[in-house]
């Protein structure tokens, strides 16, 4: 065996931090020979006679398969870009429940519409104040994700408390429009 062979089957891959400790992993290799078919060609056969394939499979994406069961791991950048992308749809949530509770005309219409305008405006509230509260539950998860980034950590504190923000506003105006629809519907004079 020569020297780069040696040296090939005791490469280690760098260190790995899974769960609790350090784990060093030697690449496995394996060594097939080739066989000589009848059929090809006598440029490929002077090679392959002496040459022996060497498989190495990629043991990085295998660890970190086997870590999560299927596919890759959503780093803290991740979380953090998926609480940033909330936080805009939170935005148009919020402009959707400030305009459900916003009222015209109020003598226009019966007591029946604002009756079947209550779920209607509870729904809103429900839809609008639970996208700002997961979009700061998830950037909540980019602020202890590991390995922890300083700046990354101070965005989605930034983030977090914009959603909570814009989540408190939702409940107030959600709650305020089922409010007036629940006053409209005992107390108009509106058309039948």
Excluded at 136 to 155: E, H, K
Excluded at 168 to 185: D, F, N, P, S
């Amino acid at each position: 065996m020569g020297r780069s062979a040696q040296s090939d089957s005791r490469r280690r891959q760098p260190d790995r931090y899974l769960g609790h400790r350090k784990i060093f992993r030697k690449t496995p290799s394996i060594s097939i020979p080739e066989t000589r078919s009848s059929s090809s060609s006598a440029s490929a056969s002077s090679e392959s006679d002496s040459a022996a394939v060497i498989f190495r499979p990629n043991t990085t994406e295998l660890a970190g398969k086997r870590s999560r069961g299927h596919g890759r791991r959503i780093t803290g950048g991740g979380w953090l870009g998926i609480g940033f992308g909330l936080m805009i749809l939170a935005v148009f949530t919020s402009s959707w429940a400030w305009w459900a509770g916003f009222d015209l005309a109020v003598g226009q219409h019966s007591p029946a519409y604002y009756k079947e305008q209550i779920p209607l405006r509870q729904t809103v509230m429900a839809v609008s104040v639970s996208v700002p509260a997961l979009a700061g539950l998830v950037a909540g998860f980019s602020v202890f994700a590991r390995p922890r980034n300083a700046l990354r950590s101070i965005a989605g504190v930034l983030v977090v408390v914009i959603c909570l923000a814009a989540a408190v506003l939702c409940w107030l105006l959600g709650t305020e429009a089922v409010r007036r629809a629940t006053h409209w519907a005992e107390h108009t004079t509106g058309l039948t």
